[in-house]
């Protein structure tokens, strides 16, 4: 196992995640993202095959049956999963990111030793909630709901082997860069 080709990325919903993996992947070619595959429906502008891969329940079931994931976690009634032969396939490329939620994380690390873990906290819980509430389209139930996950997302950020805030995205997804250039130039 080469050091440094596998960065596992966590962060709670609304801290900004997506925004500073597209910096990181636009300042460094050689990271490539693993795609997860998914049950929950697409979302407005997100594309088959490059945020996810959408699956049926039926579909998804059936690759756990077959061993086909490193690792895999139901979220928000929802499964999660990142695809073993996929991911083999893109560290042969360059360094795998993989973006998943700490359970998925703790059982890469378990078969992966060699794994990154980092995971992206908040300025504070409360400036998530701001965030959250700032886009305006999710209701109070659903930032109930986010906010308690959020919660039990920062308890488990003491597992991984860096946390980096993100007050600001640049300096945020710098950050990252170090940590990955450190591991794996
Ligand atoms: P979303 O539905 O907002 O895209 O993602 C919800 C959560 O699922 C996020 O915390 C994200 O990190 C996590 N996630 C995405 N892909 C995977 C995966 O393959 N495995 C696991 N365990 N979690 C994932």
């Given at each position: 196992?080469?050091?440094?080709?596998?960065?596992?990325?966590?962060?709670?919903?609304?801290?900004?995640?997506?925004?500073?993996?597209?910096?990181?992947?636009?300042?460094?070619?050689?990271?490539?993202?693993?795609?997860s595959?998914?049950?929950?429906?697409?979302?407005?502008?997100?594309?088959?095959?490059?945020?996810?891969?959408?699956?049926?329940?039926?579909?998804?079931?059936?690759?756990?049956?077959?061993?086909?994931?490193?690792?895999?976690?139901?979220?928000?009634?929802?499964?999660?999963?990142?695809?073993t032969?996929?991911l083999?396939?893109?560290?042969?490329?360059g360094?795998?990111?993989?973006?998943?939620?700490?359970?998925?994380?703790?059982?890469?690390?378990?078969?992966?030793?060699?794994?990154?873990?980092?995971?992206?906290?908040?300025?504070?819980?409360?400036?998530?909630?701001?965030?959250?509430?700032s886009?305006?389209?999710?209701?109070?139930?659903?930032?109930?709901?986010?906010?308690?996950?959020?919660?039990?997302?920062?308890?488990?950020?003491?597992?991984?082997?860096?946390?980096?805030?993100?007050?600001?995205?640049?300096?945020?997804?710098?950050?990252?860069?170090?940590?990955?250039?450190?591991?794996?130039?």
């Open positions: 196992m080469s050091k440094g080709k596998l960065v596992v990325i966590s962060g709670a919903s609304g801290v900004g995640k997506g925004t500073v993996l597209g910096i990181m992947m636009n300042k460094r070619k050689d990271l490539k993202f693993s795609v595959a998914t049950t929950r429906a697409p979302r407005p502008g997100e594309r088959e095959g490059v945020d996810y891969t959408y699956v049926s329940k039926e579909c998804f079931l059936g690759m756990i049956e077959r061993d086909e994931f490193l690792e895999y976690d139901s979220h928000m009634s929802n499964f999660y999963g990142t695809p032969k996929q083999e396939e893109i560290m042969a490329q360094i795998a990111i993989l973006d998943v939620e700490p359970k998925g994380a703790f059982q890469v690390r378990a078969k992966r030793p060699d794994a990154t873990l980092i995971f992206v906290a908040p300025p504070s819980l409360e400036e998530l909630e701001r965030r959250l509430r886009r305006g389209d999710t209701s109070e139930e659903q930032i109930r709901i986010r906010m308690e996950r959020a919660a039990w997302e920062m308890e488990q950020s003491k597992h991984y082997d860096y946390i980096v805030t993100n007050d600001q995205v640049e300096t945020c997804a710098d950050k990252i860069l170090k940590i990955i250039a450190e591991k794996a130039d």
